[in-house]
């Protein structure tokens, strides 16, 4: 039988050989919220722990992911800190959770990447390729590089649009082939039959756009005691929407300069602009409030080990929008091109450890909630 006051550190349960220590711990408190099931109603995490009566890795790594760290269940536990049985979900699943971006990570030998230092690597690649960049240009071509350029195709007369497009056409191609590999890892540990069906699909689209679980059961996100605020929704929406705006602004870009010959930069008023100024200032604000919550958050529901790679990926998203603002509205200067290369190194930089950082949180996220609509659909009969 099952010791539901062991802990971390301490002999792992029968069956439990294969987990980590995390993982193990996330299992003794899936165990005791079973046999209480007071918390059913405040997420999706429950009702999917209740269809289990053992939990592998797999499970413990798509409950954890499916896990919005909303903090609802932690103040409405009995078992809580102090009690003796010390039930702390939100920190616990924090810690299976981000263990797991390394479990599944592309290729393998970067995994090590999420256990460091997160804000150091992040700002040190995207500020060594932004001093390159700006090196290059100068060394090329001072004046060039210092001086005021306006009209069509002045970014590029700074930097050659094949040189631009090869660069980061380059990084984004890895990017998103290290993401794939490092999803279908994960979903094929978690996965089951059904799971991936279109009805389940478009549940957890609706699902993600609403961020329907950062709600605590309805009363909103604890942050930073046990007065719920919906806060940390309104930044995600702002960072994920900022983000999807920005994307928008740079497909519609090369719309542009491959089938009309338009080039950067466009006049205000041009769709790219607009797109990519309400997507940079959603990547400013959004952020910068995540940030800020995060320092009034109640320490007990962290993963303070993780604290770096959670920073970086935010310094990111904020200096790669702040970047670009200002380079909008200072393109007609001098400042132009180091703006530019300062803006492309954050670009650049975000790219090639997008796979390694936070960002991978929102696949894996999203992945669950897929899961997790297929199993409720086939338990309502929906399949």
């Known amino acids: 039988m099952l010791d539901i006051t062991s802990r971390p550190g301490h002999e792992a349960p029968l069956g439990a050989s294969l987990l980590t220590a995390n993982q193990a711990e ?13 918390c059913e109603g405040l997420c999706a995490v429950f009702p999917a722990m209740e269809l289990r009566r053992e939990f592998a890795a797999g499970d413990l790594n798509y409950l954890a992911n499916l896990c919005h760290s909303c903090g609802a269940c932690y103040y409405d536990c009995q078992f809580s800190p102090p009690h003796e049985f010390a039930v702390n979900v939100p920190q616990t699943l924090a810690a299976v959770r981000n263990d797991s971006y390394a479990a599944y990570a592309w290729p393998s030998f970067l995994a090590g990447v999420f256990r460091r230092n997160g804000v150091a690597i992040s700002l040190v690649v995207a500020l060594s390729i932004g001093v390159f960049f700006a090196a290059m240009m100068a060394f090329n071509d001072p004046q060039v590089m210092f001086g005021s350029h306006v009209g069509s195709g002045a970014f590029y007369r700074i930097m050659p649009h094949e040189a631009m497009v090869a660069v980061f056409g380059a990084a984004f191609v890895y990017a998103i082939v290290a993401l794939v590999m490092g999803f279908r890892r994960f979903w094929a540990d978690i ?6 069906s279109v009805p389940a699909f478009w549940q957890a689209v609706r ?8 709600d605590g059961g309805g009363v909103g996100c604890m942050n930073a005691d046990d007065k719920p605020t919906d806060n940390r929704r309104l930044f995600h929406h702002l960072t994920f929407y900022g983000f999807a705006l920005c994307f928008a602004s740079t ?6 300069a491959y089938a009309f010959g338009w080039h950067a930069p466009y006049a205000v008023y041009d769709l790219p602009v607009v797109l990519g100024t309400l997507g940079g200032l959603g990547l400013v604000i959004g952020p910068a409030g995540l940030w800020l919550a995060k320092q009034k958050r109640d ?9 770096g790679m959670d920073t970086g990926f935010i310094a990111m998203l904020f200096l790669t ?3 670009g603002l200002l380079l909008l509205v200072l393109r007609a200067t001098p400042a132009m091109g180091t703006l530019l290369a300062l803006h492309l190194g954050f670009v650049f930089g975000f790219f090639v ?15 669950a909630l897929v899961k997790y609509a297929g199993e409720r659909r086939r338990e309502t009969g929906g399949d």
Do not use: W
Request: with cysteine.
């Open 251 to 256: 497909s519609v870009a090369t719309i542009y």
């Open 207 to 214: 699902d993600a756009a609403q961020l329907r679980y950062l």
């Open 299 to 307: 320490p007990v529901m962290v993963d303070a080990s993780r604290r």
């Open 191 to 196: 996965a089951g039959r059904g799971d991936g």
């Open 321 to 323: 929008g702040l970047t």
């Open 26 to 38: 996330a299992e003794r408190l899936m165990t005791v919220c079973n046999s209480c099931r007071y």
């Open 353 to 367: 450890t997008m796979p390694y950082s936070k960002f991978v949180h929102g696949l894996y996220r999203f992945g």
